[in-house]
């Protein structure tokens, strides 16, 4: 029977709601089928990553852990995807953040906390951002495609981090291991309780509800839509669209490089290569997951800790961690192709009326 | 050494080295002339280079492995096919997703192959007579099988989207779609086609690394390549000459970088590795500049086409 798609006045919001759960849903089925080709128990393999994530305390506070960068990395990325920016550079501006941020301790180890991490902060975030800037100049300016642009600075940062960590900021002390030397207490973030549950979830929190009143009520959230929608009509009601890519993408690249300072002052203490597993990418499917809506990045970076952490747990069992990224990765395409359903209708030319949806 | 066989041997090592941004940059370059934008070449790479790794290994054939890299290649494309051409997805958010999965997917099946040999890797065969020619021979005919295979394969490229009638509809498929569809020609069958292809070389760009230029497993050991084989498209102006061009450009700066340090430059290793990303920025900005930010990509590059909507 031929199937015919028809177009809905407006988007539905049922549709919204129910494709994301769908998607993991399915996207778990498929891998499922992957798995037991490859000779794995797919649904045991899925107890043992939820148990391992979620069954203990140990289990819940990594889970945190892990979606702190990606809430983090998520608002960062859902700013400039809002405009239609594609900063695919988030994991370069974590590792700019993250290099900024480290400088600060290794200079100044005397500093006093309340100097120290504002200090720290600052610095995370002006570098993550100038590190996005060049991209947003070059686009301004020539046109030059972002995404790549972005892409090739993450290469080049993690490689800037790796030369400063294996070079002049190894520690004398560290007997030869590419480690910087440990922060000074002023210089970590404080954590909830014993846990290793720090206070870049409340940077996240913050930065929520910034968000959500810029997008509500401010006349710059406003204009960011504006230009996401149609540059032209933008470019009609007079707004400037080159000042705010380059306030986008410093913003957004600044809140990645707040993600790179909250991970080595917050967990690991010091600066390190192999710094992030890869949570600027993770964070683009976060993102998009969550329809870029700053409350729904919250969840959905909970949602993808779990993948994580049952990444790492299910090493035990011989299987290799990237079967979380590889689950990721299979969402995006389920959300990808239900999104069709919130803009169409299915409809069964032969039987009358009926559709088969809502 | 000689100063002059050293710049012999840097100019050979580009040619390897550009072999596999040239496969993926090819692939890339019909999807994109049939009017989808796929940025999972990356993904694509990884999918090949251990698919194809696996299959050598297992069979001890490394034809199989091409075989198998160019299934994977097609067979991964094939998703990103599936959401844009059908489901009429995001192309920008689709290859991204399919450059995520393809290096979960490659990691979750490569990981008991780190560190194993290739039975039959491809070798250097010097080709005939042609080997001897002085300075040629050494820099384009002493390399293996799958070099001379590109040497065949970008004049056929060329030659079928500019001279022939396929080659026609092909562009116009990037153009406009609707004529295509006008004309009586299923556009998006077409379209499938092209995405598969694609996805076929970028796959035997991913299994030119595994199996012949490295030749061996490693997680992530595409480092970029495929993102630099999508920047190369844009840099060849969609023709496979100048693509061809182009990844030798881009195999020459990451050929320097490993030769600088034979000829003892003591840069460290860190910034030298970051040449090709930092080349492929600085030439991306150069051909934008040079043409004031105007490109003449394929015009439907990235719409999902849609019957109801001529």
Known sequence: ?358 | MTDQTIFISILAAAVTAGTPILYAALGELVTERAGILNLGVEGIMLAGAVSGFIAAVTTGSSWWGLVAAMAAGGAVALIHGVLCISLRANQVVSGLALTLFGTGLSGYLGKSYIGMPVPHPFKVEPLGPLANIPYLGPVFFQHDILVYASYLLVPAMAFFIYRTRPGLILRALGENPAAVDALGFKVFNLRYLYVIVGGMLGGLGGAYLSLAYAPSWLENMTAGRGWIAVALVIFALWSPWRAMIGAYLFGGVDALGFNLQILGVTVPVFFLSMMPYLFTILVLTLVMARRGGRLTAPGALGLPYNREDR
Not at chain 1, 157 to 166: A, K, Q, R, S, T
Not at chain 1, 241 to 257: D, E, F, H, P, T
Not at chain 1, 329 to 345: K, M, N, P, S
């Open chain 1, 1 to 358: 029977m031929p199937v015919k798609l028809e177009k809905r006045l407006a988007p539905s919001t049922a549709m919204s709601l129910a494709v994301p759960a769908v998607a993991v849903v399915l996207a778990l089925l498929f891998c499922a089928v992957f798995l037991s080709l490859t000779g794995r128990q797919p649904f045991e393999l899925y107890a043992a990553m939820l148990e391992g994530a979620l069954g203990s305390s140990y289990g819940l506070s990594e889970t945190a852990v892990k979606a702190i960068p990606l809430m983090l990395c998520g608002l960062g990325i859902s700013l400039a995807f809002r405009m239609q920016l594609w900063n695919i550079g988030a994991e370069g501006q974590l590792y700019l953040g993250a290099f900024a941020a480290t400088w600060v301790p290794l200079t100044f180890p005397n500093l006093p906390a309340i100097v120290m991490l504002p200090a720290m902060v600052i610095c995370g975030m002006a570098t993550g951002g100038l590190w996005a800037l060049g991209p947003a100049y070059l686009r301004v300016k020539w046109q030059v495609n972002e995404i790549i642009t972005t892409l090739m600075l993450n290469y080049v940062g993690i490689l800037w981090v790796n030369y400063f960590v294996y070079g002049p900021w190894r520690d004398p002390k560290g007997f030869n291991f590419p480690l910087t030397a440990e922060f000074p207490a002023a210089a970590l973030l404080p954590t909830l309780g014993s846990s290793r549950i720090h206070i870049g979830l409340l940077f996240a929190l913050i930065l929520v509800v910034l968000f959500i009143i810029i997008f509500r009520n401010s006349r710059w959230g406003y204009e960011i839509k504006v230009i996401g929608a149609s540059e032209r009509a933008a470019r009609y009601a007079g707004m400037d669209i080159k000042r705010n890519m380059y306030i986008v993408m410093l913003m957004s690249g600044a809140i990645c490089g707040l993600a790179g300072m909250a991970e080595v002052s917050g967990i690991a203490g010091r600066l390190q290569p192999g710094l992030s597993p890869g949570y600027g990418y993770t964070a683009i499917i976060v993102a998009w997951l969550a329809k870029l809506n700053p409350l729904a990045i919250v969840f959905v970076s909970v949602l993808f800790g779990v993948l994580q952490v049952g990444g790492y747990i299910v090493q035990t069992y011989g299987v290799p961690a990237s079967v979380a990224a590889m689950i990721q990765g299979a969402v995006l395409f389920f959300v990808l192709g239900g999104e069709i359903l919130t803009q169409y209708r299915i409809v069964f030319p032969g039987l009358k009326g009926v559709s088969a949806d809502d």
